[in-house]
């Protein structure tokens, strides 16, 4: 059973380059990665497309606020081998981000660690995008219906706890949008520094004119924007299987529970939030 949810209109690989399937996969699981948290605050994106830019640092661009989001999916050194899945979910954060805020000021970095610390809680009860439950089926399956939320609720509750316990029992085997979960033993110094390193190299990569940066020019943006659109192949989304919705959407209200556990008082619930209507022509990022 089907729920259309176009929180993603439409995607664009680049099919000239290898594994041009892949590539559109990848993009699909970025998108199905942080549809709950885009679901959450009522954003959309118009088109999500892979990009190759010369800049070899750029990693992902969003143009009009949403209106199209291009990512980096594969090493500059080697167009034939992909970005760490983490890597290019992170872009994908910093991208989203930039639907409401342009600069890199402090309300846009509240907001980057809000969407990263949601994702990380939803990785940690186990989900990785859509089909995460499904094992090879679908869940409930087509003939037995939509299933109410009460039960959505209690699998993703079943899923969050066997999550738990197998990341227990694997102690520190996690992988974070920083870098791995330190392991026994392991420097906890040289983790901090590691993942600081990832975060600086992402903002470097962003071509926002930041306070003593030129960033990248309006010119040389919708350039980028019109080579990734001539070389890019376009395809429309699959509907997303609305039992699979359902449990991602409890999963998310398990993620929200911790949340205001750990924020307290302090703790910004996501609300549906248009973007600016003086939004500039372009933004770039990471």
């Not at 050194?77 to 983490?86: A, I, R, T």
């Not at 994908?92 to 809680?121: C, S, T």
């Not at 706890?161 to 197998?166: A, C, D, G, L, T």
Request: net charge neutral; with cysteine; glycine share 10%.
């Amino acid at each position: 059973m089907s729920e259309i949810d176009p929180l993603v209109l439409s995607y664009s690989h680049l099919h000239h380059l290898p594994q041009p399937a892949s590539a559109l996969h990848l993009l699909k699981k970025i998108a199905s990665l942080v549809k709950p948290l885009m679901r959450a605050r009522g954003w959309r994106v118009r088109e999500l497309g892979e990009f190759y830019p010369e800049q070899e640092n750029l990693l992902g661009l969003n143009i009009n606020r949403g209106a199209k989001i291009l990512l980096r999916l594969r090493y500059p050194s080697d167009k034939s081998l992909f970005l760490p899945v983490e890597q290019v979910t992170d872009t994908m954060l910093h991208e989203l981000v930039h639907i409401i805020y342009g600069p890199h000021d402090g309300k846009f970095h509240a907001l980057w660690n809000q969407l990263r610390d949601e994702h990380e809680g939803l990785v940690m009860k186990g989900y990785t995008g859509e089909g995460f439950l499904s094992e090879g089926r679908r869940l409930g399956g087509s003939s037995r219906g939509r299933i109410p939320m009460h039960e959505a609720r209690r699998l993703a509750r079943e899923q969050a706890e066997k999550r738990k316990v197998q990341t227990t029992l694997s102690a520190g085997s996690g992988q974070r949008l920083g870098g791995a979960r330190p392991r026994p033993g392991e420097d906890i110094r040289r983790v901090i520094v590691e993942a600081v390193e990832r975060r600086n190299k992402t903002l470097k990569g962003c071509g926002v004119k930041d306070t003593g940066d030129e960033g990248l020019g309006e010119y040389e943006i919708r350039r980028i924007e019109e080579q990734a659109t001539r070389n890019g192949f376009r395809s429309q989304p699959e509907e997303d299987e609305a039992n699979e919705a359902a449990i991602a959407q409890a999963l998310w209200e398990l993620v929200q529970e911790d949340e205001k556990k750990k924020f307290g008082s302090g703790y910004v619930e996501p609300i549906p939030v248009p973007p600016p209507e003086n939004a500039q022509a372009a933004q770039s990022s990471t």
